[in-house]
């Protein structure tokens, strides 16, 4: 019921990037269970039952929220026919223009992507119509009847041929760029890049620096920055600058930041 903080700090980073994008502001969908606006963009409340909390030892079940949040809108007949929506993570950040044009989602329901190194589907930033209705609902009910997480979830209905191929169509790298096999994904994705997805500072044994390093800074194998000046210039209005070193903890990052 309330951002964490550093949630604050990044929901405000992500209105101010897609309204520096030229997004109107009735036209970005945030929904919360609490009360929130910033620069004219209200949150759409929904209900705590979506929060998706059970777990184990080897998934953690929340990222799947989202999921449930939009099954949670369509049983309200929230979405409109002939209208494009973009589900994206928070810490999945738009870096330039997107078309429907470009996406070529006209004769199917759903634009996804693998994580490009592994076909496994990310459904941290993906594209929908009004008619994947059947498809996002299935998703959902998945997810709580097997308690899969979305990724799991979403694999099984296609790999047991419940969604369709012709339902959906993949999509290049370039709208879902992630913080592993940088290498590889960055020879296989349409530039320049249009979504980058990573969570800021992190770090762990698979990846060769923080995140925030790697993405801004181009301490990655291919040696460049994968974001923008632009989108680089947001982040650190926002306080987002890589400290020194590789092995800063979480809370040692947070305290550069200023979430007021």
């Known amino acids: ?38 620069r ?36 309200r007949n929230f979405f409109k026919k002939d209208i494009l929506y973009w589900y994206h993570d928070i810490d999945a950040y738009q870096d330039q223009p997107v078309t429907e044009k470009e996406l070529g989602l006209e004769n199917v329901d759903l634009g996804l992507t693998d994580y490009g190194w592994s076909p496994k589907w990310n459904l941290g930033s993906f594209f929908f119509k ?5 498809v996002l609902l299935l998703l959902r009910d998945t997810i709580i009847d097997k308690k899969l997480p979305d990724e799991r979830s979403m694999r099984w209905l296609v790999n047991t041929g419940q969604v369709k191929k012709e339902r959906y169509k993949k999509l290049n790298i370039t709208y879902n760029f992630g913080m592993r096999h940088i290498e590889y994904n960055w020879k296989i994705a349409d530039k320049p890049l249009k979504v980058v997805h990573f969570h800021p500072c992190y770090k762990d044994d698979d990846i060769q620096d923080t ?29 987002y600058k890589a400290p020194v070193g590789t092995t800063c903890s979480y809370s040692e990052f947070m305290d550069h930041i200023s979430y007021d």
């Open 211 to 239: 995140t925030l390093n790697m993405f801004m800074y181009g301490k990655n194998p291919i040696g460049k920055p994968l974001m923008s000046e632009r989108l680089i210039k947001l982040f650190h209005a926002h306080g």
């Open 1 to 38: 019921r309330k951002f964490n903080k550093e949630k604050k700090v990044l929901i405000k980073l992500q209105l101010d990037n897609c309204l520096d994008l030229g997004w109107k502001a009735e036209d970005i969908i945030l929904a919360t269970n609490f009360p929130y606006e910033y």
């Open 40 to 75: 004219g963009v209200k949150s759409y409340p929904v209900g705590d039952e979506n929060y998706c909390g059970f777990d184990d030892r080897r998934y953690a079940y929340k990222v799947s929220t989202h999921i449930l949040t939009i099954g949670y809108l369509f049983d």
């Open 130 to 134: 009004e008619s994947a209705k059947d």
